[in-house]
């Protein structure tokens, strides 16, 4: 059974970092492109990073320079770093294996003083 479990989420003050992790299970992890997600309120869902098999990455340009996608195969874990946060960060956070309809249930950051 294939499972997504987000979490590190909380409430950081703008300009603060935050790492969120996303723990994977029921399929092979290692050979898996992953990828982050955002939902803001009253908005749609979307894009933020993705990190392929062989770990190259790519990045929506809202977060480009600010946040950094890694991943731990031994864990079966991918993290989203998070620099430099903005109040328009503010989102709850999924991530997902590529070209699978499966999220978990996401994690909330909140950017704000």
């Known amino acids: 059974q294939v499972q997504i479990v987000e979490s590190g989420g909380g409430l950081v003050q703008p300009g603060g970092s935050l790492r969120l992790s996303c723990a994977a299970s029921g399929f092979t992890f290692s050979s898996s492109a992953m990828s982050w997600h955002r939902q803001a309120p009253g908005k749609e869902r979307e894009w933020v990073a993705t990190i392929t098999s062989s770990s190259i990455t790519n990045y929506a340009d809202s977060v480009k320079g600010r946040f950094t996608i890694s991943r731990d195969n031994a864990k079966n874990t991918v993290y989203l770093q998070m620099a430099s946060l903005k109040p328009e960060d503010t989102a709850v956070y999924y991530c997902?294996?590529?070209?699978?309809?499966?999220w978990g249930q996401g994690t909330q950051v909140t950017v704000s003083s």
């Open positions: 997902k294996r590529v070209g699978y309809s499966l």
